[in-house]
């Protein structure tokens, strides 16, 4: 990590960022990760270019910036995080920008604890994961273009109202779909405790391997608990993340007997051809493969 702190200056120096596509006001907003990229796009609709720091299919929690990440940032006009501990990372790499402000689009958002692990206590940072709470992000990055950019405030608003409409539309199917599922079978088994906000709004029970990415994962001990726990609760299917190791739970599953379901997405859209390239359809792909899962059982 230390080398490439060393470089930094000298690149932005060399305009790190040359060849990419400017905006049509210069204004870039940049985001940690590609959910909050494309949330920040819904908004934005083509007044303001939006980058995600991160791509698709890279694991948020314990990314390494590198030279040329600060060097984007330099230049940004504006930096959306998500918070509550996701970017763990963050605090060294702020601490290297010069006077680019960052919004918080998790402010209002009373988190739900974590409920093992090292972080035991800590915010649960996947608030994105409930649709409901999403239109709090909605709200906070309309706010924040609106502050950045009060020109086209109109605009952002107009896009924020109709984005949430969706988003509460979404909200109704996924309840619907998920309340044909008898109560004794709401099992959402995971590798990362990634789902406690969707599971509180749909009445879900949730199981998983480890509490959150960037901490130990799959030790003998989170693999002992969570066979007991399966069986116990006598759960048909289990399932894992895009953007970790899945060969834990897929041990899981063949100690257990059951079927492994596939996978969710959670910290990080695919890109546009595959199973999640939106915030929206990442909701859609987890229930349908959840709801599938517990149908073929």
């Given at each position: ?6 470089g ?41 270019r939006v ?35 996701l970017?763990r990372?963050?605090e060294r ?8 402000p ?55 608003t ?55 990415n ?7 001990q ?18 894992c ?8 739970q897929?041990q ?13 997405y ?6 546009p ?25």
């Open positions: 990590m230390r080398g490439w702190w060393l930094v200056w000298v690149l932005v120096g060399l305009g790190g960022c040359q060849g990419e596509p400017s905006a049509p006001d210069g204004r870039v907003v940049l985001t940690t990760f590609t959910v909050l990229a494309d949330m920040t796009r819904q908004v934005a609709g083509e007044q303001i980058e995600s720091l991160t791509k698709p299919g890279v694991e948020i929690h314990g990314y390494e910036p590198t030279p040329r990440d600060l060097a984007r940032a330099q230049k940004a006009s504006l930096i959306l995080e998500n918070g509550f501990g970017e990372w963050a790499f702020y601490r290297n920008l010069r006077s680019v960052r919004v918080t689009v998790t402010a209002g958002i009373t988190p739900l604890p974590i409920q093992s692990g090292s972080a035991h206590h800590q915010p649960n940072p996947h608030a994105w994961m409930s649709p409901r709470l999403a239109l709090i992000y909605v709200e906070n990055i309309r706010q924040a273009l609106v502050q950045l950019d009060p020109a086209n405030a109109a605009i952002y107009q896009n924020a109202r109709r984005y949430q409409q969706e988003i509460k539309q979404l909200d109704q199917k996924l309840k619907q779909s998920l309340g044909v599922i008898p109560a004794s079978q709401r099992y959402l088994v995971s590798c990362e405790g990634a789902f406690s906000y969707l599971a509180r709004d749909y009445g879900l029970k949730e199981i998983y391997l480890w509490p959150i960037a901490e130990q994962q799959g030790t003998p989170q693999i002992r608990k969570t066979i007991e726990q399966v069986r116990a609760s006598q759960v048909p299917v289990v399932f993340e895009s953007t970790v190791n899945d060969q834990v897929k899981v599953a063949k100690e257990t007997g059951v079927k492994f379901g596939g996978i969710f959670v910290d990080s859209l695919t890109a051809g595959g199973a999640a390239p939106t915030y929206l359809k990442l909701l859609e792909h987890n229930v349908n493969t959840l709801i599938q899962g517990l149908k073929t059982n």
